[in-house]
């Protein structure tokens, strides 16, 4: 049987590439992380791709990395970075990938999990809470548009978002 892929997505923080390390494990498939798959492509972080190319330039990787991806074997989880499926274009080659499970975390909770983050150049320089307070409001219809499952991670262990995912998408 062909294996269903599952595609995470939500805000930086959400524990996107933890759970999905975890989940891929669990189910003998493979792990993709998209923002380690493009810093790998261009050999550069991403803080130095927004600081030397613009964020447009990454957004289009995104893109070009979404659309290889339909091409790719099946059977892998992937990792997507927080802004990936907020392009209408992504969203749609997103659900074609596989089942989109969107990890609803709260902004409290990100702050607190991207407290001493540096890595993330959206969040750089001083309003970090203003700055996860509006982009999270902003975001929030997206998210729940591209996806076709809501996880709410709060008080949730690993083992039990593990457990929703494979009862709820993994049919
Ligand atoms: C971004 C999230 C990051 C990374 C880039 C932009 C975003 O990934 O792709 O810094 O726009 O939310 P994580 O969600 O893994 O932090």
Redesign the pocket.
């Known amino acids: 049987m062909k294996k269903t892929n599952i595609v995470l997505i939500?805000?930086?923080?959400?524990g996107?590439?933890t759970v999905g390390r975890k989940l891929a494990g669990a189910f003998d498939m493979k792990f993709l992380d998209?923002?380690a798959l493009i810093e790998k492509k261009y050999k550069m972080k991403?803080?130095a791709i927004?600081a030397e190319q613009g964020e447009e330039a990454?957004r289009k990787a995104?893109t070009d990395l979404c659309r290889q991806l339909l091409k790719h074997e099946n059977g892998f989880v992937l990792?997507?970075?927080?802004?990936?499926p907020?392009r209408k274009e992504n969203a749609e080659l997103l659900k074609q990938i596989g089942k989109v499970v969107f990890l609803y975390t709260k902004p409290d909770e990100i702050l607190r999990r991207v407290k001493n983050d540096t890595?993330?150049?959206?969040l750089s320089g001083p309003d970090r809470e203003e700055k996860v307070n509006a982009?999270f409001e902003e975001r929030l219809p997206k998210y729940l548009e591209a996806a076709d499952y809501v996880l709410e991670t709060e008080g949730k262990s690993f083992y039990a978002m593990i457990v929703e995912i494979q009862k709820n998408c993994m049919k």
């Open positions: 939500g805000f930086m923080g959400a996107k590439s998209a923002d991403i803080s927004f990454f995104e990792a997507t970075g927080g802004g990936m907020l890595s993330r150049p959206l982009l």
